[in-house]
């Protein structure tokens, strides 16, 4: 059983940055890929990035490419994700999880351990 916990969001003005992280918890927890979602409004929860289990393959969406940054501290059994140049786009709640393997995934089926979500708002 694999128990993840984010946090991070917040307001910030277009342009700046933000650095969510998700904590999770289990002997194993490092063994899991580690992937990030989001949900806006009105739209369907969307794929926003993946790291390999232990590190070292990423995936990202391509709205997403060149300004944000997933990464890992497997001491730390926590997943990160650097987000730079937000947009107002980016406003959503953004979610991590775990698929039941140590490969990247994009597709939210492949994923059972969910977050609660941290709010990230984007003023233009």
């Known amino acids: 059983q694999l128990q993840l916990v984010a946090s991070g969001g917040g307001l910030v003005q277009a342009g700046g940055s933000l650095r969510p992280s998700c904590a999770a918890s289990?002997?194993?927890?490092?063994?899991?890929?580690m992937g990030w979602f989001r949900q806006s409004p009105g739209k369907e929860r969307e794929f926003v990035a993946a790291?390999?289990?232990?590190?070292?393959?990423?995936l990202y969406a391509d709205s997403v490419k060149g300004r944000f940054t997933i990464s890992r501290d497997n001491a730390k059994n926590t997943v990160y994700l650097q987000m730079n140049s937000l947009k107002s786009e980016d406003t959503a709640v953004y979610y991590c999880?775990?698929?039941?393997?140590?490969?990247?995934?994009?597709?939210?089926?492949?994923?059972?351990?969910w977050g609660q979500g941290t709010q990230v708002t984007v003023s233009s």
């Open positions: 289990g002997r194993t927890a490092s063994h899991y890929a």
């Open positions: 790291i390999r289990g232990g590190g070292g393959h990423r």
């Open positions: 999880a775990a698929p039941t393997t140590s490969l990247t995934q994009t597709r939210e089926s492949e994923y059972r351990y």
